[in-house]
């Protein structure tokens, strides 16, 4: 399996902490972390499996971090990369817009010419509407470390589990 890029915020508790428990499934040297605050396009473009994790912020937006990314990832080719992604939400909190910022983020990573690999089923989530949704699937592994913190670590497990068949 080549090197994966792990791209999101060092500085959101939640995200960091889902992006670690990621990355422990991973051999340690096999995952590369890297702060979506600061990252340069030739850092993402670098990869050829991508990881990308982001909450989902008031109505259904990207994070200040994310959003301030968007116009110089829309720029870039992707085409040969598998990009992977995981969205932090509160089901119950903002049952409208659940997980939306990974949708966005799959739109954007396809439009460039990437492969959204890692698709995860909405069973066992209530929520009303996902900008994330795709069918009866997320575009990536969606996490409520809210309202289902015990369930974490299970999810994130089993979604590896599955996206390593993906990422050659």
């Not at 997980?99 to 966005?104: F, S």
């Not at 799959?106 to 990437?114: D, L, N, W």
């Amino acid at each position: 399996m080549k090197k994966i890029g792990l791209f999101y915020s060092f500085n959101t508790h939640r995200t960091s902490k889902v992006a670690r428990l990621v990355a422990d499934q991973f051999p340690a040297d096999m995952v590369d972390h890297i702060n979506i605050e600061e990252v340069k396009p030739e850092q993402f473009l670098a990869y050829e499996n991508i990881l990308m994790g982001s909450a989902t912020w008031f109505e259904g937006e990207l994070p200040n971090h994310w959003d301030e990314f968007v116009p110089t990832l829309e720029d870039l080719a992707l085409q040969g990369k598998k990009i992977a992604l995981f969205g932090l939400g509160n089901q119950e909190a903002y049952p409208f817009h659940f997980g939306d910022a990974i949708g966005t983020l799959a739109e954007i990573v396809s439009k460039c010419g990437a492969t959204v690999v890692g698709e995860w089923p909405a069973e066992g989530y209530v929520f009303k509407t996902s900008g994330a949704l795709r069918g009866s699937n997320f575009v990536g592994l969606m996490v409520d470390d809210e309202s289902q913190p015990e369930q974490t670590e299970a999810r994130v497990k089993a979604w590896v589990a599955q996206l390593k068949k993906s990422f050659k």
